[in-house]
């Protein structure tokens, strides 16, 4: 597993879950204010898509996971 897979199953992770507890239809809604980590997570993945700067990232490679590319 390298840090490019852990990086997308991470975010498509913490967007489904929170649409799941923004999305007033949810069994598990709790607050429509949810809807903000989900547009953070897609903000984020944009930019890092141009930039190639991704924190995550980042924070996986200290912890010792190979990337996909060797950087």
Do not use: Y
């Not at 498509?12 to 809807?35: E, K």
């Not at 903000?43 to 490679?61: E, I």
């Amino acid at each position: 597993m390298n840090t490019e897979r852990v990086v997308r199953i991470f975010a498509g992770l913490v967007i489904l879950l929170s649409v799941g507890l923004g999305a007033s239809g949810s069994p598990i809604f709790h607050s429509v204010h949810w809807l903000w980590l989900t547009a953070f997570v897609g903000l984020n993945l944009f930019q890092s898509g141009f930039t190639r700067f991704c924190p995550l990232d980042k924070m996986l490679k200290k912890a010792g996971l190979p990337s996909q590319s060797g950087f």
